[in-house]
């Protein structure tokens, strides 16, 4: 049995009549803000964090991009200065005809070598050239010496001296002759195979 309702609207409070025609806008407001307008809202917050990722990347990029060429020339400066530094270290089959050389200027300068002794080459603590040492006693004058020392600055080569000592001179007609003792020490590079395995 159907139940059968008569409401007058005529008859009822003006207060019920404004509660019974916003309510059903009101409803139809909310469901339509939870069913459509936060889901596109949340969609739109997500892509406009997207977007704003994107762009701080392209201004990182473009920031990159403007310093690629300050960049290349500043490699290619490195690059050169690499290679410079490479002429100075010999190859270790080019270190013996080093040592010929400054065993060479020793005798131009007027020295004469009472010893010369290569030492076992030993790795540097960089790990990336060998150092090959050899003890060296010479002998002469002052200004033999100099000369000599001034003549191994020339080398386009690195050869460093330590444990540097000097003797008493011995008066020998109008020189004084000294005798000198030093390690002179080249170095070669390590084959770029070997770096890290030397250590």
């Known amino acids: 049995m159907a139940l059968k309702v008569n409401i007058d609207f005529k008859k009822l409070p003006p207060y019920v009549k404004v509660i019974l025609s916003v309510v059903p806008a009101l409803i139809i407001t909310i469901v339509v803000i939870v069913l459509l307008i936060l889901p596109k809202n949340k969609e739109i917050k997500k892509l406009e964090s997207d977007i704003s990722k994107q762009e701080s990347e392209i201004a990182k ?56 002794k290569p030492e076992q080459k030993r790795t540097h603590s960089s790990g990336i050239v060998y150092e090959i040492p050899v003890k060296v006693e010479l002998s002469g004058s002052y200004h033999n010496l100099g000369y000599f020392f001034s003549s191994l600055t020339k080398l386009n080569r690195i050869v460093n001296l330590s444990d540097i000592k000097f003797s008493d001179p011995k008066p020998e007609r109008e020189n004084a002759i000294l005798k000198i003792s030093f390690t002179a020490t080249t170095f070669s590079a390590v084959p770029e195979g070997e770096i890290g395995k030397t250590k």
């Open 61 to 116: 990029s473009q920031s990159k991009a403007e310093k690629l060429p300050q960049m290349t020339a500043e490699n290619e400066k490195l690059r050169k200065r690499l290679n410079e530094l490479k002429d100075q270290l010999p190859e270790e089959k080019e270190v013996s005809s080093l040592l010929k050389q400054v065993s060479d200027m020793a005798f131009k300068s007027g020295l004469k070598i009472s010893l010369w």
